[in-house]
């Protein structure tokens, strides 16, 4: 019996753009755990009246890609909700980010592979 010479589960089946895309995928997922449990623990300091997370640790987080859960931690935690300066530099940045989505997934910027 010969065998092919290349069997299809040696070869490289999976594109290189979805090995990239499950990076992505998971510096996401910590990212936005990251930003979460920064929230949960600034509250807790707030509480406790002890040092805090800097607002721009936690602006920068949102900006790296964890504002989603920036806004799900003002929300589950009621923290920074009364800071106007931080909600609209927040919500820039996910305007920004959402504004970035969308020119993605129109076309805007060419394909890189």
């Given at each position: 019996?010969k ?10 089946t ?100």
């Open positions: 019996m065998f092919p010479r290349d069997f299809s589960f040696a070869r490289e999976v594109p290189v753009y979805a090995k990239t895309m499950w990076i992505a995928v998971v510096y996401l997922w910590a990212i936005n755990v990251l930003t979460l449990l920064a929230f949960a623990w600034d509250k807790a300091r707030a509480r406790r009246r002890k040092g805090r997370v800097p607002e721009r640790r936690l602006l920068w987080l949102a900006a790296l890609g964890g504002s989603p859960c920036a806004l799900l931690g003002r929300w589950i935690f009621r923290h920074k909700t009364r800071k106007r300066g931080f909600s609209i530099r927040l919500f820039v940045i996910l305007g920004v980010q959402m504004s970035l989505i969308y020119a993605q997934l129109a076309g805007v910027f060419p394909d890189p592979l």
